[in-house]
């Protein structure tokens, strides 16, 4: 391979290269909002949880028609907040197997310029090596016939 060959081989190798760590970044934050978004859902449902358990101590000691109303009201809004939570969870884990994907694929490609690059040098290795073993050669036949002279 000529040297302008194995330079943009090792360019876009390169270019691979920023493009795994971008993808790791992305893959990162993707994973960070996961993290997030599963943390705000597990409090909404923690939180839900105790309300419910303040609902059912309030509704053992007794409790007018308008407070129960009231608990039912908040709990259907805060279902609705689990709900729309769930999405985002949902959602962000999405983004996550997208951002994976992307991220095997930069390797695999950053990879693929690896192995011609390597293949590419140990062309270049044999072709050099065959230069030498020709120099030796020759350098070999000059000495014997200065010799039989």
């Known amino acids: ?12 190798d390169e270019i691979a290269a920023k493009e795994v760590e971008l993808a790791t970044e992305a893959l990162a ?7 997030e978004a ?7 449902m923690d939180y839900r949880k105790g309300y419910l358990d303040n609902l059912s101590s309030s509704l053992a000691k007794g409790m007018n028609a308008e407070a129960y109303q009231n608990f039912q009201n908040f709990l259907k809004k805060l ?12 959602y962000a884990e999405q983004h996550v197997k997208v951002s994976r994907a992307l991220w095997q694929e930069s390797q695999r ?3 693929s310029y ?15 090596q065959k230069k030498d ?15 039989h002279k």
Not at 1 to 12: D, S, Y
Not at 114 to 128: G, T
Not at 135 to 146: G, P, S, W
């Open 1 to 12: 391979m000529n040297g302008q060959q194995n330079h943009v081989l090792k360019m876009l």
């Open 29 to 35: 934050r993707a994973m960070k909002e996961v993290k």
């Open 38 to 44: 599963q943390s705000k859902f597990d409090m909404l």
């Open 79 to 90: 279902d609705h907040a689990i709900s729309g939570q769930k999405e985002v969870v949902t």
């Open 109 to 111: 490609k950053k990879r």
């Open 114 to 128: 690896d192995v011609l690059i390597e293949r590419a040098d140990k062309r270049a290795e044999k072709v050099e």
């Open 133 to 147: 073993q020709k120099m030796m050669d020759e350098f070999a036949t000059r000495i014997t016939r200065n010799r």
